[in-house]
């Protein structure tokens, strides 16, 4: 007997590069981590609304907004919260296995606010 089910499917980081990257992308990397994370390192051409936003209810950007969407954080936990969210609203959202850490690790880029090599805070 399982305990916990999720309510969402998990990506791994590969997967998540692979959906949102390329001349035609079939999903949208939204980073909900906070601003001073972001700063520091975030994947290239991913859209940033903090889960605090989310949880307020705020709409998502333009470029998001009735998209597929792959959802980040620094590890995996918050992106889990926000796709949860995001589901219950009628959006299509997975969440990134290992969040920002793994994407860093896999070799993936990651900016920082200048367009400069980034690092995960």
């Known amino acids: 007997m ?3 089910r999720r309510s969402h499917p998990r ?3 590969d997967q998540a590069h692979s959906r949102t990257n ?3 992308p ?6 909900v981590r906070e601003k001073p994370e972001w700063k520091a390192g975030h994947a290239p051409g991913a859209v940033h609304v903090p889960l605090s936003k989310i949880v307020a209810g705020t709409d998502l950007p333009a470029e998001a907004s009735g998209r597929p969407l792959v959802v980040i954080c620094r590890s ?3 992106s889990q919260q926000a796709a949860k969210l995001l589901n219950q ?5 997975v969440d990134v296995k290992g969040g920002m ?3 860093a690790a896999a070799g ?5 606010e200048r367009g400069n090599n980034g690092q995960i805070v």
Not at 89 to 93: F, M, S, T, V
Not at 108 to 112: A, E, F, N, R, S
């Open 2 to 4: 399982f305990l916990f």
């Open 26 to 31: 079939d999903a949208v990397l939204l980073d």
């Open 76 to 78: 995996g936990h918050r």
């Open 101 to 103: 850490n793994a994407w």
């Open 108 to 112: 993936h880029p990651v900016l920082d």
């Open 11 to 13: 990506v791994s980081v």
């Open 22 to 24: 390329g001349d035609i």
């Open 89 to 93: 609203r009628g959006a299509q959202a």
